[in-house]
Structures are given as C-alpha cells and as structure tokens.
C-alpha cells in the first residue's frame, strides 16, 4: 500500500553566519504590531552577549524586551510551568528561545501555555493543544536537537521517571535564525553529545517506519554534514565550516524528525534521562549501536545507503557494509569521549527491569521503529551498557 506523508516545519528560517543580526530586518515576519518581546534563555547566554545581540537590535526598532533565564537543563513540566506563572500577566507579543534544545523547548511550551487554558500534563501527547500560542522565534545555539524547526517539545516527569513528548503544529515557530557563529565557544562534551544527537535523529528517521522521500532527502543531507564535520567540530571547535556543517546538519535532522518521527533509540533514553538525568544526546549515544545491532535483520539495505553519506566504502556484502556503519558509530563515542557505562550515573541491575517497563510506554516512537521490541528486548540493550 502507498503511504501518505506530510511535512511541516517553521514558516521563515534564515541562516548564516551573523544572521543574528538580521533580527531587526525580519521580526516584520511576525506582524506589525509586535510591541514587547519576552526572551526565554540561561544564564551563559546572557554571560557570552547573545541576548545583548538581540536587545539591541529590538530596542532599535522601539520594542520593549524583557529576560527571563529560569530554564533548567532536561526542564520538568512543573518547571516550565513555574515560568509561565510569572510571565502570564504581562502579555507578550512574541516570546524568543535562545539557547539548546532545553531552552528552545520551553519556549515552545510557555507559548501555547499563554493562549491554552490547560496544565502541561493535559497536553503532552500528539494534536492535543487547541489553539494557536503566542508567535515565537527560535535561536539555536547548540547543533543538535533541531527543536527549532519541530513541532515537537520534550518535558521530563519526575514522578513517573520518564520524559514525554508534546507534538502540534501549534509549537512551530514563526521564525527561525540559524547561525553558527553562536556554537564556536560550546565546550567539547555539549558538540560531542548534542552532534551525535542531530546524528541519531536523522538515522532514526531513515529507518523508522514512517521514513518516506521528504524525510530521507532531510535525513541523508543531515548525515552527510555530520559525518564529515563531527570530530573536527568536536577537536577544534573553532571552525566555523565545521560548525556551519553542525548547525545545518542538525537543522536538516529536525526535518527528517518532523517528516518521519525517531524510534527506539530515543524511546529507551527517555527513562534513563527521566530517571538517571542522564543528558539526552549522551543517552542516546549509549544506546545508539546496541539499537542498531538488534534491528540490523530489519534495516541492512538502509544501513547500506547510510554507509555513503558516512563515507564508508560500499564495496562489500550489504550486510559487511552494515556492520561497518555501525562500528563507525561505535568508533565515534570513543573519539567523542562518550561514556559507555550506565553504572557511572548510578545505574544498578535491579534498576534495569524499571526502566524497561517505563521505555516500553513510549509507544510513539517504539512504533516507529523497524523491529519490535518486547521488555526482555529492551532489558537485554540496557544491560549491554552495565559494564
């Protein structure tokens, strides 16, 4: 049977490097009667001038621009709705996220939150918000989750040790500004573990069962700048054609996402981010070659065509080229010092059933994935990482 797909993604992105600068040029893009501004951020990107970037340019333009950095790092939903409380009653016109995937989250969530008369509870999950937010821009400042051309946004459950996704068309921004400028001084660890992040988004999306020609045209870019950009961005942080390849591979990623959803990787890292606080991309990283591993049956012609953007030599059995796909991923958490080992964040055996069962409701993305994975499955990956 044929599939239908669809795409969508942010209404205006405008890349470059400075393209920072162009704020001014383009907050038209959202309307003409934008009168206050509200920028969702962290503490180090006030420290390194990002938001003085943006300040200046909207007070050019007489627009009255406010700060808030409360956003905390994997943000919980009572987090994020602790900010909104104290923004509700001021009525922003436009609401900006400068930062990562964390802060480019929350921003998404506090817009919805200001026109949804909702908690955030009732609307995680897939087209449950109602109404139209308030109109945002996204900044990126890491390459990595893509969140910026997403309609989705990640919250972490405390109480029920897992992380869940909010999806709707309504968290899509007005406009987006990609500059890679802004991820020259991110320390080695964030490059390391938000790049195989970008990575893993569009390799899921490539073999995910909802993969289809829009996402694998995203998909097979994205790869191809990462592979060829990764460890160079990672060693030598200040090339900027490495962080443009970064920055854009990342972007492309969150197309493919958009276009055709991750899979099993993302479904058992949840639990360990939701429970452990292990960062998303490191979670991910971990699992990354043990999940390909268990679905290489399935996916061997799509590991072969992943080979090529990777720069893997193909001229082998499909299933050589396959197993060479992965040990290259495994090659890259060394170079990339990605750790490999649940026990350094207090991961014990007796733990590993728990997260098992909270992995196996992630059902949105555990469809997606190729091959299925009952429980023992997903003990079975998780106890490979207890080393």
């Excluded at 994997?74 to 016109?93: C, V």
């Excluded at 001084?185 to 829009?214: Q, R, V």
């Excluded at 639990?271 to 292990?278: A, D, R, V």
Aim: with cysteine.
């Amino acid at each position: 049977m044929q599939k239908i797909y669809k795409f969508q993604t942010a209404d205006n992105i405008i890349a470059g490097q400075n393209s920072i600068e162009t704020l001014k040029d383009n907050i038209g893009l959202i309307g003409d009667e934008v009168k206050s501004v509200l920028v969702i951020t962290q503490k180090p990107m006030q420290d390194l001038g990002f938001v003085d970037i943006i300040t200046r340019q909207l007070n050019e333009k007489g627009i009255k621009v406010d700060v808030n950095i409360d956003t905390i790092p994997e943000p919980t939903a009572q987090s994020i709705e602790d900010i909104s409380s104290k923004i509700k009653k001021a009525h922003y016109d436009v609401l900006i996220g400068i930062g990562g995937g964390s802060v480019l989250d929350t921003t998404k969530i506090l817009a919805v939150l200001e026109k949804n008369d909702n908690t955030i509870k009732e609307i995680l999950g897939t087209d449950l918000v109602k109404y139209p937010g308030t109109p945002t821009i996204l900044i990126p400042t890491t390459a990595g989750t893509g969140s910026e051309v997403t309609p989705n946004a990640i919250v972490t459950l405390p109480e029920e040790q897992l992380k869940i996704g909010m999806v709707s068309r309504y968290l899509l921004p007005k406009l987006v500004l990609v500059d890679p400028n802004l991820t020259v001084g991110l320390p080695k660890a964030i490059t390391a573990s938000t790049g195989m992040d970008a990575f893993i988004h569009s390799l899921e999306s490539y073999i995910s069962n909802k993969a289809n020609p829009i996402s694998d045209m995203f998909a097979m870019r994205s790869m191809k700048l990462i592979s060829s950009s990764i460890v160079e961005a990672y060693e030598n942080g200040k090339s900027i054609k490495a962080r443009e390849n970064m920055i854009l591979g990342s972007l492309y990623g969150g197309m493919a996402l958009t276009a055709a959803g991750t899979a099993a990787v993302h479904a058992l890292a949840y639990p360990l981010g939701g429970s452990f606080k292990i960062a998303h991309g490191v979670a991910n990283s971990m699992l990354l070659p043990h999940v390909m591993e268990f679905n290489m049956d399935c996916i061997i012609d799509r590991l072969y065509d992943v080979a090529e953007p990777m720069g893997i030599d193909r001229n082998l059995p499909a299933n050589k080229v396959a197993e060479k796909v992965i040990e290259r991923l495994r090659e890259w958490t060394k170079i990339l010092e990605i750790p490999q080992n649940l026990k350094e964040y207090g991961v014990k055996k007796e733990d590993i059933h728990g997260l098992a069962v909270a992995a196996s409701k992630v059902t949105r993305l555990l469809g997606n994935n190729p091959k299925k994975l009952g429980i023992q499955d997903i003990e079975n990956i998780y106890n490979k990482l207890l080393k």
